[in-house]
């Protein structure tokens, strides 16, 4: 709730100004981050490369990147999402950051074209609150999520967040909690 309240007036400034869309936005960042900026870290063993990102991977290779995390970040976000090739480091400097694990250089881009602030240059930057934050928010309204939020769409908000369904049954967990937090 502290967290919540330290950046009540950018939630009203990015749309995220009732307590139905507060709520789906406070669940997914807890969610995704814990309430704490992070950054993902990718630390997969073989098995659970194979299960995660089987279509990046085989049986021989996820033994030579298992435990590897920036060789795999380097494979599996590679020439996608505006980075670059293997070779180029991008996967691994432009992985998921902040509360609500921005990934890959395009979402980069378009956050340093929005505040003025180089976090394509510095992505690490993200890790600290208040950038997790305005990144945080700033990708909410880009991605219009309002919409699913108001329709109280928790699969909607987490596949425009996630990209897919990982974590649901927990994301409407906490997002009726929130729902019973923010009056």
Same mark, same amino acid.
């Given at each position: ?23 789906? +936005? ?26 995660? +990102? ?130």
């Amino acid at each position: 709730m502290e967290l919540y309240e330290k950046y009540r007036t950018k939630f009203k400034e990015f749309g995220v100004d009732t307590n139905l869309r507060k709520a789906h +936005f406070m669940a997914q960042i807890e969610h995704e981050s814990n309430l704490e900026p992070v950054s993902e870290n990718l630390n997969y063993s073989e098995s659970a490369l194979l299960r995660v +990102f089987g279509k990046y991977f085989t049986e021989e290779t996820a033994k030579e990147y298992a435990r590897k995390p920036e060789k795999i970040a380097n494979v599996v976000y590679a020439n996608r999402m505006g980075n670059g090739d293997t070779a180029s480091g991008d996967g691994w400097s432009y992985r998921g950051k902040g509360f609500i694990q921005l990934t890959g250089k395009n979402n980069y881009k378009s956050l340093t074209e929005f505040t003025g602030i180089d976090y394509v240059s510095n992505p690490e930057m993200l890790l600290n609150e208040p950038d997790a934050m305005i990144a945080a928010l700033w990708f909410w309204k880009a991605n219009n999520i309002n919409k699913y939020a108001d329709n109280d769409d928790v699969e909607g908000v987490t596949r425009r967040i996630n990209g897919g369904t990982t974590g649901l049954v927990r994301r409407m967990v906490l997002t009726d909690e929130w729902k019973r937090k923010i009056v």
